[in-house]
């Protein structure tokens, strides 16, 4: 067994996984400043984009810096360690809107669902599902992000 896996009786109790629906973040806001914006795309080998405009590379970080989580503080919420004992099942990035340089976006996230799952080989882990908006100063949603992460038990 690895030690990012575990056997049933020794994993996290469901009940407590699913109590995470609906969680809030703290929420914040979060302002992309040209020369982030300019490391970012130089960082991917494109041009940058016209009139301000953010390159989607963003949408890696911004939403979690600005919803007042960090990396770690989302593996704490699962009950992990670790970047072993997380993995990415995908991720949905919906844009509404381009985002754009300068603008104070509101930074609103919640967990949207938890499900215990298990292997074929009867190993269990959770699929966590979070989601984040960022609002424009006028109330828009100008994009949202989903992540579908493993929780390795």
Known sequence: MSPVETD????????????LIGHEFPGGS?????????LLTDCTGFDQLPDGTVH?????????????MTIAALFALGRVEGAGSVGLDGYDWEYF??????????????????????????????????????????????ARVTNF???RR
């Open 30 to 38: 979060r302002r992309i400043e040209h020369w982030e914006n300019w």
């Open 97 to 142: 809107k381009p985002l754009r340089e300068d603008v104070d976006y509101r930074v609103d996230g919640r967990v949207v669902d938890v499900e215990r799952c298990s292997t074929d080989a009867g190993r269990i882990y959770d699929r966590f599902v979070f989601s984040i908006d960022l609002t424009e100063p006028d109330g828009n949603i100008a």
């Open 149 to 151: 992460w493993r929780l």
């Open 56 to 68: 989607p590379i963003a949408l890696f970080h911004v939403p979690i810096q600005g919803s007042g």
């Open 8 to 19: 049933v009786e020794d994993a996290v109790p469901e009940a407590d996984m699913l109590a």
